[in-house]
Structure formats: structure tokens, C-alpha cells
């Protein structure tokens, strides 16, 4: 009942957040990032009404998905990709948010199955411009969605951004209000482009009052992970 319980909680803080923000919260879609917990615990989060999932290890969530096939979820990608995962991505996930290399693009619209509808996908954007961190700085961000546009079986929904990590909520709001320009901008270019992925436990009312369409909650749903990712994997 404690996932139950949380994600009562969690719609609540969205909520809340939003009416302060003057903002519809229909608006904000939730995503539960379940990376590491059990296909149980994702099965008690459905069961009180949560329908979309952010994965990171690819082979970890094909074992849930294969579980969890008798219910109507959404999954996304989320973590990092290398080329030899895209055929597996793109025949199981309705979503990859990780999304930064033309050449994964082109990967994930070739092997994207034709009885499937289109693979949304939305450009990770390094927004802090950090060395250790995935994703596209702004200048190759225009190039890539140009890229991704002229595919035929992906589709681009809009950006995705993990700012650096901090307590200082100006320096949060400073890089989330970047971040809405730049999807701003990219949603004026692209009719598809509808998704802003930004905010987590710990920032989300912050990326909610700067323009968040989805956030991504892990701990304050699911608790403080107690076992590390499984064993070597890596994305």
C-alpha cells in the first residue's frame, strides 16, 4: 500500500504545484521511473492508476515489460543508448527520451516494426552543459531535430534535461527557463512537439512553474533504492 500511498501524494504535490503556477494540471503528466524495482512493485503502482514507465537497463525492463504485458502501460527509455540496443528499443518501448546521436535516430526508425505506431521520441538536451553528462548541447539540438523530422517511423515529441544537480533553487529555475526557451522555439519548428521532460523528486515544483509537461518521479514513489543497478548493465 506504501507505492499506494505515494503516488496519492505525488498527484497531490502536482497538483499543487500547478494551481500555484496558474497551470492546468492535466497538463503535467507523471512518469514513474522504475529502474531497479521489481515488476511487483510497478504492478501495485498500475494497479492505483500509474499507466506510463521510465526504464534505464534495457535488459532489466524487457523482463518487465514481458511480465507485465497483461496490462496497458507505456514504457519509456530513458537511460543511455548504444547502438547494439536500438532493434530491442524499438520493438518494445512506446517512448525513448534519451535520445542525442543521428545515428540512433536513424537506428531506432529503421528497426521500428511496422505494425507498431511510430516511436515518440524527445531530444536530451545537456542543458548545464556538463562533461560527464548524455545529451546535446543547443547548437547540435537544431541539426538533430532536422534529422529526426525527415524519418518516417520516429517521431519527435519534444526535449528531455537532467540539470546538475543542486539545492539552490534559483540555479534549478536559471536552468529549467533555459530549457523551456529551447523547447519553445523547437515546438514553433515542429507540430509534434508537445513534451517537455524536466523535473524530478526532488525539483519538480520548480520545473513545473518554468513550463515542465512531464516529470520523472523515482524515490518519492517508489523509496530510496536499496540494491544497485543489476549486474553489468549499463544502459
Same mark, same amino acid.
Given at each position: 500500500?506504501? &507505492?499506494?500511498?505515494?503516488?496519492?501524494?505525488?498527484?497531490?504535490? *502536482?497538483?499543487?504545484?500547478?494551481?500555484?503556477?496558474?497551470?492546468?494540471?492535466?497538463?503535467?503528466?507523471?512518469?514513474? $521511473?522504475?529502474?531497479?524495482?521489481?515488476?511487483?512493485?510497478?504492478?501495485? !503502482?498500475?494497479?492505483?492508476?500509474?499507466?506510463?514507465?521510465?526504464?534505464? @537497463?534495457?535488459?532489466?525492463?524487457?523482463?518487465?515489460? !514481458?511480465?507485465?504485458?497483461?496490462?496497458?502501460?507505456?514504457?519509456?527509455? *530513458?537511460?543511455? &543508448?548504444?547502438?547494439?540496443?536500438?532493434?530491442?528499443?524499438?520493438?518494445?518501448?512506446?517512448?525513448?527520451?534519451?535520445?542525442?546521436?543521428?545515428? #540512433? !535516430?536513424?537506428?531506432?526508425?529503421?528497426?521500428?516494426?511496422?505494425?507498431?505506431?511510430?516511436?515518440? $521520441?524527445? *531530444?536530451?538536451?545537456?542543458?548545464?552543459?556538463?562533461?560527464?553528462?548524455?545529451?546535446?548541447?543547443?547548437?547540435?539540438?537544431?541539426?538533430?531535430?532536422?534529422? #529526426? !523530422?525527415?524519418?518516417?517511423? #520516429?517521431?519527435?515529441?519534444?526535449?528531455?534535461?537532467?540539470?546538475?544537480?543542486?539545492?539552490?533553487?534559483?540555479?534549478?529555475?536559471?536552468?529549467?527557463?533555459?530549457?523551456?526557451?529551447? @523547447?519553445?522555439?523547437?515546438?514553433?519548428? @515542429?507540430?509534434?512537439?508537445?513534451?517537455?521532460?524536466?523535473?524530478?523528486?526532488?525539483?519538480?515544483?520548480?520545473? *513545473?512553474?518554468?513550463?515542465?509537461?512531464?516529470?520523472? &518521479?523515482?524515490?518519492?514513489?517508489?523509496?530510496?533504492?536499496?540494491?544497485?543497478?543489476?549486474?553489468?548493465?549499463?544502459?
Amino acid at each position: 500500500m506504501t &507505492i499506494t500511498k505515494n503516488l496519492t501524494k505525488v498527484t497531490n504535490h *502536482i497538483e499543487k504545484a500547478a494551481e500555484i503556477h496558474h497551470r492546468d494540471p492535466s497538463d503535467i503528466e507523471l512518469l514513474a $521511473v522504475s529502474k531497479t524495482w521489481s515488476a511487483q512493485h510497478l504492478r501495485e !503502482a498500475a494497479v492505483a492508476g500509474q499507466s506510463a514507465f521510465g526504464e534505464n @537497463y534495457l535488459q532489466e525492463a524487457l523482463s518487465k515489460i !514481458a511480465q507485465l504485458q497483461d496490462l496497458d502501460l507505456v514504457w519509456h527509455f *530513458i537511460g543511455p &543508448i548504444q547502438s547494439n540496443k536500438t532493434k530491442d528499443i524499438a520493438q518494445h518501448f512506446d517512448w525513448v527520451q534519451s535520445l542525442d546521436r543521428a545515428k #540512433i !535516430a536513424q537506428r531506432l526508425a529503421a528497426q521500428r516494426p511496422t505494425n507498431l505506431p511510430p516511436l515518440n $521520441v524527445c *531530444i536530451q538536451v545537456n542543458i548545464d552543459n556538463e562533461p560527464t553528462k548524455s545529451g546535446v548541447d543547443e547548437t547540435a539540438l537544431w541539426p538533430l531535430a532536422e534529422t #529526426i !523530422a525527415l524519418l518516417d517511423r #520516429i517521431v519527435l515529441r519534444g526535449l528531455m534535461v537532467i540539470p546538475s544537480k543542486t539545492d539552490d533553487q534559483e540555479q534549478q529555475r536559471h536552468s529549467f527557463h533555459k530549457a523551456h526557451t529551447l @523547447y519553445q522555439r523547437l515546438a514553433a519548428n @515542429y507540430p509534434s512537439v508537445d513534451t517537455l521532460s524536466m523535473g524530478m523528486s526532488g525539483d519538480m515544483a520548480v520545473a *513545473i512553474s518554468e513550463g515542465s509537461t512531464m516529470v520523472r &518521479i523515482g524515490s518519492a514513489l517508489f523509496g530510496q533504492r536499496a540494491t544497485p543497478p543489476p549486474s553489468g548493465q549499463v544502459n
